[in-house]
């Protein structure tokens, strides 16, 4: 790619903006990062203060964009579309078939999986086909007396009433959004491997204010589900204890004791596991709601987000799920989002011009013109020595130096 691509994850806890390029095996070369504390203008994936986040946004954006890594202005960026309402439903439609499966049974299908309300549907997965109950990847042209169709709505409550200030916001930054993204299916780009999604695992993304949990099996997206429960709310059960300024760092170092008597747990770290078992139990129910249980039990759960950094909840999740739970291979998990996202856009973010450099003064010194007196003409070349003289001129004149 040239150039190189932009995003921007608005957190709960943060806004993190990020630019990179991509090489031809589409590898991240991080170039500039850029956060700043939301401070209450999120919440939950939905901007509650327009005019603190469009403050907010124009300050990250434009140290993102002014840092000396980037030759070139930003011209757009990808967004992460996240929120507590985001979930997924299967959809599945059946339509007997006289004589052989044609191109506008299968288009009339595909309008059926998108009939939807508008203001909900995000996205829809590819619809897969299935002929007399029995899977078809090209079903036009074949014979059967019964189609199926299946696929997955992802759908978002809230998005159309936060799209639009997410777009001004942008435009008050003379910056337009490239394309809106799903974000937990952009971390699960940069948090899974091809053969952890074909063989079948469920990706446990811990935020500050909202956990997602998404299923893959046979390469696909099987099923996705918000759980409004995070980090934050371990921080705020430590608050309510009224005895530490900094419940954040007193999260971070004590974490969950296992396997301790009673007596050797402090009322803080009873406080933690107690949230953190809560947490547990919702993602563990979820997994089992989505009926994936028994197709993931090889590979299991894989964790990232900020929140799942909370020592020992990796060994909790074990104790509560009686699946293999690993962290995914990244150096900092609560990048993990816009990572993804830098890793789903496609299009290139930056100007075709160069950023405006201001020219540089530079301080010029008095010239002082200085005219030379010519020199006198040469005395005339003296005749050609002979004897000795002549040999000695010669040596000197082509021997080596």
């Given at each position: 790619?040239?150039?190189?691509?932009?995003?921007?994850?608005?957190?709960?806890?943060?806004?993190?903006?990020?630019?990179?390029?991509?090489?031809?095996?589409?590898?991240?070369?991080?170039?500039?990062?850029?956060?700043?504390?939301?401070?209450?203008?999120?919440?939950?994936?939905?901007?509650?203060?327009?005019?603190?986040?469009?403050?907010?946004?124009?300050?990250?954006?434009?140290?993102?964009?002014?840092?000396?890594?980037?030759?070139?202005?930003?011209?757009?960026?990808?967004?992460?579309?996240?929120?507590?309402?985001?979930?997924?439903?299967?959809?599945?439609?059946?339509?007997?078939?006289?004589?052989?499966?044609?191109?506008?049974?299968?288009?009339?299908?595909?309008?059926?999986?998108?009939?939807?309300?508008?203001?909900?549907?995000?996205?829809?997965?590819?619809?897969?086909?299935?002929?007399?109950?029995?899977?078809?990847?090209?079903?036009?042209?074949?014979?059967?007396?019964?189609?199926?169709?299946?696929?997955?709505?992802?759908?978002?409550?809230?998005?159309?009433?936060?799209?639009?200030?997410?777009?001004?916001?942008?435009?008050?930054?003379?910056?337009?959004v490239a394309k809106f993204l799903i974000s937990p299916l952009a971390t699960a780009e940069i948090a899974l491997t091809r053969l952890q999604k074909k063989?079948?695992?469920?990706?446990?993304?811990?935020?500050?204010?909202?956990?997602?949990?998404?299923?893959?099996?046979?390469?696909?997206?099987?099923?996705?589900?918000?759980?409004?429960?995070?980090?934050?709310?371990?921080?705020?059960?430590?608050?309510?204890?009224?005895?530490?300024?900094?419940?954040?760092?007193?999260?971070?170092?004590?974490?969950i004791l296992l396997n301790e008597s009673e007596a050797a747990e402090t009322t803080v770290n009873k406080v933690i596991k107690a949230r953190a078992v809560?947490?547990?139990?919702?993602?563990?129910?979820?997994?089992?709601?989505?009926?994936?249980?028994?197709?993931?039990?090889?590979?299991?759960?894989?964790?990232?987000?900020?929140?799942?950094?909370?020592?020992?909840?990796?060994?909790?999740?074990?104790?509560?799920?009686?699946?293999?739970?690993?962290?995914?291979?990244?150096?900092?998990?609560?990048?993990?989002?816009?990572?993804?996202?830098?890793?789903?856009?496609?299009?290139?973010?930056?100007?075709?011009?160069?950023?405006?450099?201001?020219?540089?003064?530079?301080?010029?010194?008095?010239?002082?013109?200085?005219?030379?007196?010519?020199?006198?003409?040469?005395?005339?070349?003296?005749?050609?020595?002979?004897?000795?003289?002549?040999?000695?001129?010669?040596?000197?004149?082509?021997?080596?130096?």
């Amino acid at each position: 790619m040239e150039g190189y691509v932009a995003a921007i994850d608005l957190g709960t806890s943060k806004m993190l903006a990020m630019a990179a390029k991509k090489d031809h095996l589409n590898k991240l070369e991080i170039l500039a990062t850029e956060s700043l504390p939301t401070e209450g203008c999120v919440a939950r994936g939905r901007i509650v203060d327009v005019n603190e986040a469009t403050g907010k946004v124009h300050s990250v954006v434009s140290a993102l964009s002014s840092q000396s890594a980037l030759t070139h202005e930003l011209k757009n960026i990808y967004i992460g579309i996240g929120g507590q309402s985001l979930h997924s439903e299967a959809y599945s439609c059946k339509k007997e078939v006289d004589g052989s499966v044609t191109k506008d049974l299968l288009i009339s299908l595909e309008d059926e999986c998108e009939c939807w309300e508008k203001s909900e549907l995000l996205e829809i997965t590819k619809p897969e086909y299935y002929l007399d109950g029995i899977f078809s990847s090209h079903p036009e042209g074949k014979t059967c007396k019964e189609i199926e169709v299946k696929c997955l709505r992802l759908l978002e409550r809230q998005f159309d009433e936060d799209r639009d200030p997410i777009e001004k916001i942008l435009d008050d930054n003379s910056i337009a959004v490239a394309k809106f993204l799903i974000s937990p299916l952009a971390t699960a780009e940069i948090a899974l491997t091809r053969l952890q999604k074909k063989e079948g695992c469920a990706l446990v993304e811990i935020g500050a204010a909202l956990t997602y949990v998404s299923i893959y099996k046979d390469s696909k997206l099987k099923f996705l589900v918000t759980i409004p429960l995070g980090g934050d709310a371990i921080t705020a059960d430590i608050s309510a204890l009224d005895d530490f300024s900094d419940a954040e760092a007193v999260k971070k170092n004590n974490g969950i004791l296992l396997n301790e008597s009673e007596a050797a747990e402090t009322t803080v770290n009873k406080v933690i596991k107690a949230r953190a078992v809560e947490i547990c139990a919702n993602i563990v129910h979820q997994i089992k709601h989505s009926g994936y249980e028994s197709e993931i039990k090889d590979i299991g759960i894989v964790l990232t987000g900020g929140g799942a950094q909370l020592k020992n909840f990796d060994k909790l999740l074990i104790q509560e799920s009686g699946l293999p739970v690993q962290f995914a291979p990244l150096n900092d998990h609560s990048q993990a989002c816009v990572q993804g996202l830098l890793l789903s856009g496609k299009d290139n973010c930056a100007k075709d011009t160069p950023k405006y450099e201001p020219p540089v003064e530079v301080e010029v010194e008095e010239v002082v013109e200085v005219v030379e007196t010519p020199a006198p003409p040469a005395p005339p070349k003296p005749s050609k020595p002979s004897g000795k003289r002549w040999k000695f001129l010669m040596k000197g004149l082509f021997d080596d130096v």
